[in-house]
């Protein structure tokens, strides 16, 4: 190269470094996205307006929506009353099938009494023969006390006869005793619902032998019905006692049912962050039954500082 051409590549070299400078920047990688809040339970989904946010233009005010908070619970009975079997026998009759609705002291099952009536005779025999000896201890007891006021009688001829009537009488309470106690087991033979409610569970047939504390029937009660759910921690200090709950049920579609927050559990759940909140609903027309599930939108309370 010669030194003229030399020198005319060195003096067009910075333009070149100007060029390369001023040229286009290679494209900056993407910002990455940011991290999604976490995740909530399956059973509790707040509504996407108080997630979401707030409008570009008007006023920054709570909405309806916001101050509201949905969620999914099971409806559960307030009372849930295991029947069981006070006497030993064998089962004569069964009066009500799974899903009969039970009025309290209704029976709803009887056992062979035969046994139990001769149990009751018999202990009516004794109470009878108990009497009248304490009939006949009783009138000497009274005749020595004449007796020996006039010292006509032994001393101890009297306290003889005393003993004789004080024993005649715990005789007597024994008798009687024994006959209630018949007449108890003879009640008892006849099974009859503790509650008003519905039959769950009917676990006996007509013939089966039962033992003492055999569970025959489970009722639950269906009026009031009780609702469960649970809620995120961070509405704890939202959610109070006497608040307005609506549920609906997939059974009765477009039909609402109210509620009231009778019970906000304070401990957490430490594995899903939540806590559990029980509303009562009064259920007077039995439509709603233990089990079913419901979507639940609970008014908020505004949180306490």
Known sequence: MSPRTRTATL????????LAACGPKAPEAAPKEAASPAALPDDVKPLESALAPPPAAGPAAATADERVLLATGEF????????????????????????????????MLTLETDYLKIDVSRAEAETARAAAVLADAERDFARKKELVGKESVAPAAFERSQAAFEGAKASRLGAQAGLDLAKQRLSDAVLRSPIDGVVLEKRVDVGERLSEGTVTFVVVQTAPLKLRFRVPERFLGTADRGAKVRATVDPYPGETFDGTVSVVVPALDPASRTFAVEALFPNRDGRLRPGLFARVELERAPARR
């Open 11 to 18: 003096a067009a070299l910075p333009f070149v470094l100007v």
């Open 76 to 107: 559960i009975p307030l009372v849930r009353s295991e029947l069981v079997a006070r006497v030993t026998g064998r089962v004569a009759k069964v009066l009500v099938d799974e899903g009969a609705r039970v009025a309290e002291g209704q029976p």
